[in-house]
């Protein structure tokens, strides 16, 4: 399934590595919230220093708007890196240009350093030759194990990898294999659940996955578009007016694969405390909107799941940020833990949802990549994963 060459193909020992890593996380008051993205590359950082290569990792973090913002630095990563490897690890205040290039020299083998922000640097969206030129500049090698930017063509993501050799790290095969297989061999039934606010993300997907899965689940601020493309009002939910017309297009082409919640649960405001209604759906009263999906629902959902040989799951089910908006998205994470099936969940909100229950253990792979599994899913190529050495 995986055709390009890992870094289990080449020879790394003595070599400077430059490593794509995704370490994209929540940082609070300098600190790491959330280490999954930092865990999950780790396989390759160990691989690469245990077969005597010095490690160069370069990332983005966040949206930083004008340039180099320290609300936006990567060396809380380096820091918490650090922690997690049990040895040094060196922070170059620049990605690219002398500083880093100073800092990528002095490396031995075994030794690690973390690069700025690459977003801190125009070039790096726009996938400036100039900038990925300078990347390349500080390695012998390149990595990509950034399965989460893997869908964007980027100077650290694709550009550079026309420089140097470049393979792929474990991280990249292990996602692109469990979404790859569930698209090109899925265990049958093959149950797709998405949820999430937008639709217009997600069309391709819905459009591609209705081709290949047995049943595709919807729920979340994505449902109330299909309600209201079937002519119900829809109070003050969230509706992606412009997606309406393809909302019917789907709805027509889809048939009864494509499932829709039968009960939702009303809010009188946004807000944990607002009054609440389990209603079935159809109009929505003014003044009320939705934001979850209803028990029978879950119940009717969790049926599927229960039945599934392979589960795909991407968005939550409702605002569970809210505990009161929150079990449709929990009733859901339990049955897919509770199902027999192969279980692929992606997107950072259902991710966070099945940590806060406890439930991650029991899932067959968490993917590390929001857009990029759903590009994957849609049956896309990813730009950072084209740009790699075939086998």
């Known amino acids: 399934m995986f055709n390009k060459k890992l870094i289990t193909d080449v020879d790394v020992n003595g070599k400077r590595v430059l490593v794509r890593v995704d370490f994209n996380v929540p940082i609070k008051d300098g600190k790491v919230e959330d280490d999954t993205r930092i865990v999950a590359a780790l396989p390759t950082i160990k691989y690469l220093l245990d077969h005597g290569a010095a490690v160069i990792l370069c990332s983005h973090l966040g949206r930083p708007k004008e340039g180099p913002d320290p609300m936006y630095s990567m060396r809380p990563t380096a820091e918490h890196l650090s922690k997690l490897l049990g040895r040094p690890v060196a922070f170059s205040e620049e990605c690219v240009g002398p500083v880093a290039e100073a800092a990528a020299k002095a490396l031995k083998p075994g030794d690690v350093l973390v690069l700025e922000n690459t977003r801190f640097y125009k070039g790096e969206t726009k996938n400036d030759p100039e900038m990925a030129k300078q990347l390349a500049a500080l390695a012998d090698m390149y990595v990509n194990d950034a399965f989460g930017?893997?869908?964007?063509?980027?100077?650290?993501?694709?550009?550079?990898?026309?420089?140097?050799?470049?393979?792929?790290?474990?991280?990249?095969?292990?996602?692109?294999?469990?979404?790859?297989?569930a698209i090109s061999n899925p265990k049958r039934p093959f149950v797709a659940i998405l949820g999430g606010a937008k639709i217009v993300d997600k069309i391709g997907v819905i459009r591609n996955l209705l081709k290949i899965a047995d049943s595709v689940l919807i729920g979340g601020g994505m449902a109330n578009t299909f309600f209201k493309a079937q002519g119900y009002p829809m109070g003050e939910s969230l509706v992606d007016g412009e997606a309406l017309e393809t909302a019917k297009e789907i709805l027509q082409e889809a048939g009864p694969r494509l499932r829709l919640p039968v009960d939702v649960v009303i809010a009188d405001k946004f807000d944990n405390n607002a009054n609440t209604k389990i209603i079935d759906v159809g109009a929505v009263p003014d003044g009320w909107a939705i934001l979850d999906i209803g028990p029978e629902t879950v119940a009717a959902y969790a049926k599927v799941i229960k039945s599934a040989g392979t589960v795909v799951w991407n968005g939550p089910m409702g605002v569970f940020e809210m505990p009161n908006f929150a079990k449709g998205t929990f009733g859901i994470a339990q049955a897919v833990a509770e199902s027999q099936a192969v279980s692929i969940v992606g997107g950072g909100d259902s991710v966070s949802a099945l940590n806060q229950s406890g439930l991650s253990d029991k899932i067959t792979h968490i993917s590390t990549g929001g857009g990029a599994s759903l590009e994957r899913l849609e049956g896309l190529t990813l730009p950072g994963v084209a740009a790699l050495q075939d086998k």
């Open 149 to 181: 930017s893997a869908h964007r063509a980027h100077a650290s993501t694709e550009g550079v990898a026309h420089y140097l050799p470049a393979v792929a790290g474990f991280l990249m095969e292990k996602e692109i294999k469990y979404l790859g297989e």
